[in-house]
């Protein structure tokens, strides 16, 4: 993200985002302060958006929060890559340049031996066909020869490289698009699979469908077992959505305790169906302590299920999804409902 605000504007922007940033479970470091920057400049909707459901009852952020929002909504390509990238096209333009004016200067000086042997035969001097000239020719023809499979060499070594520059560029992207805690597609991977998913589906179509699914009581387990069983927790959960979620369909980490599944081709009873399964597995499950043998089981989750109707937006669709979610909890968590 560039910034372009004046001293008075950012000065300003300082003032809104300091009383947001203190209220939250999260230390006051940049990254806390890039995402309530972007927050109170209105400068990133999604973000914004983001937040405000994050928020919105009473909540608080805590470090894990911040930082998995940095990265769905601010974080590029790592800058360290970028650089690496930056420097190898640097490179191949520089090698493949100075091939091609030495391909050049050879071209030009066979051109111009070739250029004064025709004026010699044109202008009918007897020695124009002479060994001296023909050799002459045959020299250049050879130095033109291997400059010309030198510039192949060399391209075909730039080839290779810019491929190698291609895959890297395409693997940051990648992971720019997962999420770290449970190797899922974040946020931001999960609206780049939305949006591919309904620009492929006709507008007058039903589908996909989508289920929203958000860990019950999660405060009250960091609160009782610290931040790293709430950790184990999460890992916990994706490596169920994981092993329920196959073909083309999608589970992603949505934020926090907060996941999303995109069903493509799954009808609403379908999804429902599912949705229940992976209801049942989590609340029969059973994690064991960090450092101890205690498991701690009573873990749930409640879901909300909507499928697309013809026509409708992904902010709607999810809307929808996530007001189905509000459904489930509001009716005493540990259930399924539909939008």
């Known amino acids: 993200m560039e910034y372009h605000d004046t001293i008075e504007q950012s000065a300003e922007y300082l003032r809104m985002a300091l009383p947001l940033m203190t209220k939250q479970a999260a230390a006051l470091h940049p990254i806390s302060y890039a995402i309530w920057y972007e927050y109170v400049a209105g400068i990133n909707p999604p973000l914004r958006q983001r937040i405000d459901e994050l928020i919105h009852d009473g909540r608080v952020l805590d470090e894990a929060m911040v930082q998995q929002l940095y990265r769905d909504h601010i974080a590029e390509i790592d800058e360290a890559i970028a650089r690496r990238v930056s420097q190898g096209f640097d490179k191949v333009m520089q090698d493949i340049d100075a091939s091609t004016t030495q391909a050049a200067a050879q071209t030009k000086e066979f051109g111009a031996t070739l250029e004064r042997w025709s004026a010699d035969v044109a202008a009918g001097k007897s020695d124009a066909i002479s060994l001296s000239a023909i050799g002459e020719v045959l020299h250049r023809s050879q130095d033109l020869r291997q400059i010309v499979a030198a510039l192949q060499a060399d391209l075909a070594v730039s080839r290779s490289e810019i491929e190698q520059l291609r895959k890297e560029v395409s693997r940051a992207r990648e992971e720019a698009m997962i999420d770290g805690l449970t190797g899922l597609a974040n946020r931001r991977g999960f609206d780049a699979k939305l949006a591919a998913c309904l620009a492929e589906t006709p507008g007058e179509a039903v589908g996909p469908s989508l289920l929203m699914a958000d860990i019950d009581h999660f405060k009250r387990i960091n609160d009782n077992f610290g931040h ?100 489930s909890k509001q009716s005493g968590r540990n259930r399924v409902s539909a939008a």
Request: aromatic share 4%; net charge neutral; proline share 2%.
């Open 228 to 327: 790293l069983f709430g950790d184990k927790v999460i890992r916990n959960i994706a490596t169920i959505l994981r092993d329920n979620v196959k073909g083309q369909d999608l589970a992603a980490r949505y934020g926090g305790e907060e996941f999303v599944v995109l069903l493509r081709d799954t009808p609403l009873a379908g999804a429902l169906t599912l949705a229940e399964k992976i209801r049942r597995i989590v609340e029969n499950s059973r994690i064991k302590r960090i450092g101890s043998d205690e498991v701690v089981s009573n873990l749930t989750i409640s879901i909300g299920v909507a499928c697309r109707e013809p026509g409708e937006s992904a902010e709607t669709l999810i809307g929808r999804a996530d007001a189905a979610l509000y459904q």
